[in-house]
Every structure is written in C-alpha cells, then in structure tokens.
C-alpha cells in the first residue's frame, strides 16, 4: 500500500468515525442522556475528528458529502 492509498483509507476511517459518533450522540440526546460521562467522551472525540476535518476540508482534500452529521 502506498502512502496516497493510507492517507485515503486513513481519512475514510476519520469521516466513518465522525459519522458513526454524530449518530451515537444523536441516540443519547433523544435518551436524554446529554449530561452522562459516554456522552461527553464522545462528543469530545467528536470535535477532535472535527478539527481534523476542518484541515482537511481547508485544502480541499475531502469530499463534504461524506459528513452526514
């Protein structure tokens, strides 16, 4: 595997991870769970992912229709 093929399979494993938590937080806020020690885990995962992204995104290196949340 090439380094261009790691980086893409790298940044698919980062916008999965954004996806998958922005549905997981979404699943909590409708428990009504916005105030446990998971929710805050995540969400601070999340904006990690988001910071990412937004670098990403500065460069032009990702798709934007990959986020869905």
Do not use: C, H, P, W
């Not at 991870?17 to 937080?25: A, F, T």
């Not at 885990?41 to 290196?61: A, H, P, Q």
């Amino acid at each position: 595997m090439d380094r261009l093929e790691r980086f893409e399979k790298a940044l698919n494993d980062i916008v999965d991870g954004y996806n998958k938590l922005g549905k997981e937080l979404e699943d909590l806020r409708n428990q009504g769970k916005v105030k446990t020690t998971k929710f805050r885990e995540l969400l601070g995962k999340k904006l990690v992912y988001s910071m990412i992204i937004t670098i990403f995104k500065r460069y032009d290196l990702i798709d934007k229709d990959l986020l869905k949340y």
